[in-house]
């Protein structure tokens, strides 16, 4: 199956534009073109742009991120080298997760703090109103 440019772009949240800039920046292997030149991706083109969305997503750089798939188009002798990448990768948003999960315990005791003043601050209120 092909996909047109739009309908990728549709599928991924990313411009036409973005898609472009990832085929130039060499992020995606050469996209075949239909003999009027209209790009047609194909399934494993998709697969590619997922695995680019999601590194990108869990902050991977651009940089990075063409080493990545100019390792996998070097073919199976780079399989060590992409998990070594991934599990660096892995450990970083794992870290990432961590950090933000103390921001939350801290928000959320935040929330409990403020919420348990306005309760005191409202019956004292509420009390001044009926004496």
Known sequence: MHYSIRQVSEQTDLSEHALRFYEKE????????SPSGIRRYSDEDMECLNLICCLK????????????????????????????????HKGAVEAQIEEMNRHLIKVTHKISCFTAQYEEYRDGCNKGMSD
């Open 26 to 33: 060499g992020l995606l292997p050469p996209i075949e073109r």
């Open 57 to 88: 997503n869990t902050g991977m750089s651009i940089r990075q991120i063409k080493t990545f798939m100019e390792l996998c188009a070097k073919g199976p002798e780079t399989l060590k080298a992409r998990c070594e990448m991934l599990r660096e």
